[in-house]
């Protein structure tokens, strides 16, 4: 029987078509321009009526740290207690190395006094004002003295990030604008939140531009064409216009801070994964073009074998993302929700748009290649892909279905990727807002000359809040507790009762009531990052035993400012990672058993995705930890790239092994395995580079977060893509054999399907 003639069920990694898909793939036909014009006017409309996510986006804290957090309610108690906060997260910083001068010194006191005193006008922003000098030893720890003053701003809670910062640059206008003021410019975590979304603002276009012509680039060099491109951009464009108007209704609906990092994970999302089931599509239209159908046979055939494996990978992918709904965070809750609604825009999209596509431009599509060849001749693509298909053509696909050698390439990558997974053992997560920006970025300038001044520690102190009768009375004991805390690790410098007392400290470190004091924590290190984490808190852990060997037994001790709400959120963030772990796995493993009909094979698929995860984790672990000197990963990076990785994973095992699933009911499975998985492996490599480059080109946007997280999800999906459905599925496939589908008994070959291959249909 010849390749052109031979059923449909025998053609390598052709599914079989069942009644209902091929009814769907009827509909789509017959309503092809209804459904193009539909899309289109969806789109229109959405983007003409609906708020978009950057409108309802939010730019605060909100999403980050809960109202209960203890170290929120420990700073609102302390502002009641003493009417005045010492919690500044935005900071005027002048700083000059020879010296401020007397006058500049002086003005900066007497700007703060005209801010609290209300004897000029101001920006009502702006509630009051606190200028620190390294002058006098009012900080003994300064590595500095008179080269800096830090004025503290208070602000509005009722503004937004952006609207602060342009308060406080409003200020240094309006008091501090000469020379010799010296003024660097404005740090502290609330301007630098206000710039990281500005900066993912102003890097969005060049993202989607960038990962446009990427898609188009290795679309076209896949297919040889200028018009498949086309197809893969239009369906990803309408995807993202319906997702970002959708995503941004439901935040407006809901008052949901939807975060900032959301879009441009979107972006890369939706035009990977939309690309990637393009290219599934496309790639079945040619092999029915190139087997001689016609045009609407071959768009027929495309859509009914392609859209449920399509409908079922994006469902899977959209579920494991919902996963982060099991988190406590509502960081992760707001994540969740955004990605899983791109891809389910993106699956409908794909499963209605591009086959009504293919229906209109059939052989069109392919233009100006002829898709003149049969389906076991060598198609056109790109190196990489030319690559795989040789490699797993012939001989080596063959080897690779021998029990014995099989078994060492399951060794061989099974070991390598608990080697790259490693360094995961000692990761470290912070938050670390200023260094995750450009070192040229104002806030980032700002705050290193803050810390030459003083202490890097200096642009957030922590505040430690003491309650007890009497307390105000305690000075000898308070003074020991302050040298107990100064002399802690990692602690730079401590203010607080020790300290000579004035009116001016009596009403910032006592309370006047006298049940209460407070000190101010300068720390070493960057406060979010993850030393200053740790060593806060061993700070907290010692606390207990430095109140009794000051003798302040029954005294209350609580904890305020960033470095304590970023210890909440790391503790948070582990807490959560049990329950998001065992969400997205049970989605995944039930989404896999569901569609593949078996038990065996979906747990060793699994395992395999898990393998490639934690290989790319930790890899991203050794590259900015231990080779780029970075103070840990920023929390969600782990949690966003594990949640994804392991969804992708399970996309990529249904249309992969479910090739194989179909060919082992007519074939043994070794003979199955070596004719579905080169033609799968061929089309996931492809489908797999690109979404590579999609993530990877988020290291566009010039902050951290974003770097760690292109890299995560390029490593994580190469490494899947070439070592794991290359050449660690297949393995374990050989060594499993037909015990992969139990408890069903449906890939144990009978003479009869062999002799008789209609018989398999039945």
């Not at 959708?246 to 994964?273: D, K, R, T």
Request: with cysteine; charged share 15%; glycine share 10%.
């Amino acid at each position: 029987m010849s390749a052109d003639r031979r059923p449909a069920a025998l053609d390598p990694a052709r599914p079989r078509e069942g009644p209902l898909s091929s009814a769907y793939a009827g509909l789509v036909l017959r309503l092809r321009w209804i459904i193009v014009l539909g899309w289109l006017g969806i789109a229109t409309a959405a983007t003409l009526v609906l708020p978009s996510i950057a409108d309802e986006g939010g730019d605060d804290l909100g999403g980050l740290i809960p109202r209960d957090n203890p170290a929120i309610r420990t700073e609102l108690r302390a502002l009641d207690m003493f009417g005045f906060p010492l919690t500044g997260r935005t900071i005027v910083v002048q700083h000059d190395p020879q010296g401020l001068t007397p006058v500049a010194q002086a003005r900066s006191v007497l700007a703060a006094a005209a801010v609290n005193q209300r004897q000029r006008r101001d920006d009502a922003v702006v509630l009051g004002a606190l200028p620190v000098p390294n002058t006098l030893g009012l900080f003994p720890s300064a590595s500095e003295r008179g080269t800096t003053v830090l004025t503290y701003l208070f602000m509005s809670p009722r503004t937004s990030f952006l609207g602060q910062q342009r308060a406080a640059q409003h200020y240094v206008d309006t008091y501090l604008s000469g020379r010799d003021d010296a003024v660097v410019g404005v740090t502290g975590s609330i301007p630098a939140r206000a710039q990281q979304g500005r900066l993912v603002q102003a890097a969005l276009p060049t993202m989607e531009l960038l990962t446009v012509l990427a898609v188009v680039v290795l679309v076209g060099a896949n297919f040889r064409s200028l018009v498949a491109p086309l197809i893969a951009v239009t369906a990803v464009a309408i995807s993202f216009v319906v997702t970002l108007r959708i995503a941004g209704l439901v935040g407006h609906l809901l008052g949901v801070s939807v975060p900032g990092e959301l879009e441009p994970l979107i972006v890369a999302l939706l035009l990977g994964v939309v690309t990637d089931y393009a290219i599934f599509f496309l790639s079945a239209l040619r092999r029915s073009l190139g087997n001689g159908e016609e045009r609407f046979a071959a768009a027929h055939r495309a859509t009914a074998s392609f859209a449920p494996i399509v409908l079922a990978a994006g469902l899977t992918v959209a579920a494991g993302t919902a996963a982060l709904l099991a988190a406590q965070s509502g960081f992760f809750r707001a994540f969740g929700p955004g990605m899983a609604l791109a891809v389910l825009a993106g699956v409908i999209v794909s499963v209605t748009l591009v086959p009504a596509l293919l229906a209109i431009l059939g052989r069109r599509a392919l233009w100006p290649s002829s898709a003149r060849f049969s389906a076991r001749d060598e198609m056109p693509g790109p190196a990489p892909t030319l690559l795989f298909s040789r490699v797993f053509r012939g001989r080596t696909i063959t080897l690779l279905t021998r029990p014995r050698l099989a078994a060492a390439v399951f060794v061989v990558c099974t070991a390598g990727l608990v080697l790259a997974g490693l360094p995961l053992r000692h990761i470290q997560l912070g938050l670390s807002f200023t260094p995750s920006l450009p070192a040229s970025n104002s806030v980032s300038r700002a705050a290193v000359a803050a810390g030459a001044g003083f202490a890097p520690g200096i642009v957030s102190p922590t505040t430690l809040l003491l309650e007890g009768n009497g307390l105000g009375a305690r000075l000898p004991e308070l003074r020991r507790l302050q040298g107990l805390v100064r002399d802690q690790p990692g602690v730079a410098g401590v203010f607080g009762p020790g300290e000579k007392v004035t009116p001016l400290v009596l009403g910032v470190v006592l309370a006047r009531n006298g049940d209460a004091a407070r000190m101010l924590i300068v720390l070493q290190d960057e406060p979010l990052g993850a030393a200053a984490i740790d060593r806060f808190a061993a700070l907290r852990a010692a606390m207990p035993s430095l109140l009794a060997r000051s003798g302040l037994r029954g005294v209350r001790a609580d904890f305020a400012g960033d470095t304590a709400l970023a210890a909440g959120i790391i503790t948070e963030t582990r807490a959560d990672l049990g329950r998001i772990a065992l969400a997205a796995l049970v989605v995944n493993l039930l989404l896999l058993v569901i569609f593949l009909r078996a038990l065996v094979a979906p747990l060793y698929l699994l395992a395999s995705s898990v393998l490639a995860l934690t290989g790319a984790l930790g890899l991203t672990t050794w590259l900015f930890q231990d080779v780029l000197g970075h103070d840990g990963l920023t929390f969600y990076v782990p949690f966003a790239a594990a949640v994804l990785l392991v969804a992708l994973g399970s996309d990529y095992n249904i249309f992969g092994v479910g090739h194989v699933w179909e060919e082992a009911r007519h074939r043994p499975m070794r003979e199955a395995i070596a004719v579905a998985v080169p033609e799968s492996t061929r089309a996931i490599t492809a489908a797999a580079i690109t979404l590579a480059v999609s993530f990877a080109l988020l290291a566009v946007v010039p902050l951290r977060p974003f770097r760690e997280l292109a890299f995560a999800m390029a490593a994580g999906i190469l490494l899947d893509a070439i070592v794991v459905r290359s050449f660690l599925v297949p393995a374990m496939l050989t060594l499993v054999g037909p015990a992969s589908g139990w408890p069903s008994r449906r890939l144990h070959l009978k003479a009869a399907q062999v002799r008789h291959p209609s018989s398999a249909d039945g």
